[in-house]
C-alpha cells in the first residue's frame, strides 16, 4: 500500500499537471483526482478546494528550489558568505522565472499570489527566511555583510527576489530574464555590501 506522503506527492504531481496545462481557474479536484489515479475522497479529505492544493503545490515546488539552490558552505571553502548569498538568491530568481507552474501562476492568475505578496508570510516565506537569516548572521561575522537586523536584512532579500519574479513582464521590454537575474545580482549585492 502505498504511504500517505506519495499519495499526496501524486496528487500534487497531478495538481501541477492540471495547471500547467489549464490553469488555475479550469482545473477542479476531480480532475486532479482522475490524473493522479485516486478517488475524489481522498482529494477531498486532504484539501477542502482548488486554490489550498494549489497553495499546498506551490509551497512544495517553492521548497524544493530552495533546497536546490542552498548555499552550500562546503563548496565554497575560504569565500565569504555575501557572494554566496547573492548566488543563492540569483539561483533561486532563475529557477522560480523558469519554472513552468510558476511561470503559468504568475503570467495568468497573479491574484492567487496576492496574499503572500501583500498581506502575510507563507510556509514557503518562511522556509526562505530560516536559509537566509543564518547565513546572513554568518556573513557579518565574517564581515561580508554589513551591519543590521538580520531578520529585517533576510525580509529584504526574500522579498526583492520575489517581486523581481513576480514582476518580471515589467522589464520585458528591456531586460531578458538572464538580464534580469544581472540586475537583482547587483542589487543584491550592493544593499548586502559593507
Not at 475522497?41 to 530552495?66: N, S
Not at 533561486?92 to 507552474?101: G, W
Amino acid at each position: 500500500m502505498a504511504s500517505k506522503r506519495n499519495v499526496e506527492d501524486e496528487i500534487l504531481d497531478a495538481a501541477r499537471s492540471c495547471v500547467e496545462a489549464f490553469g488555475v481557474r479550469r482545473t477542479t479536484l476531480t480532475d486532479v483526482a482522475r490524473r493522479a489515479g485516486v478517488s475524489r475522497p481522498t482529494v477531498y479529505r486532504r484539501w477542502p478546494d482548488v486554490t489550498a492544493l494549489v497553495a499546498d503545490l506551490l509551497t512544495r515546488e517553492l521548497r524544493r528550489i530552495l533546497i536546490a539552490e542552498e548555499v552550500d558552505a562546503e563548496h565554497d571553502h575560504g569565500e565569504d558568505v555575501r557572494p554566496r548569498l547573492v548566488r543563492h538568491a540569483a539561483g533561486v530568481a532563475r529557477a522560480m522565472l523558469a519554472h513552468p507552474l510558476v511561470g503559468r501562476i504568475v503570467d495568468t492568475e497573479p491574484e492567487l499570489l496576492a496574499t503572500y505578496t501583500f498581506q502575510r508570510l507563507g510556509s514557503s516565506h518562511r522556509a526562505a527566511l530560516e536559509l537566509v537569516e543564518p547565513a546572513i548572521v554568518e556573513g557579518q561575522a565574517d564581515g561580508s555583510i554589513r551591519k543590521g537586523d538580520p531578520a529585517v536584512l533576510a525580509h529584504l532579500v526574500m522579498v526583492t527576489v520575489q517581486n523581481t519574479v513576480t514582476s518580471h513582464r515589467l522589464f520585458a521590454d528591456v531586460l531578458d530574464p538572464e538580464g534580469l537575474v544581472a540586475e537583482l545580482t547587483t542589487l543584491l549585492d550592493g544593499y548586502l555590501r559593507p
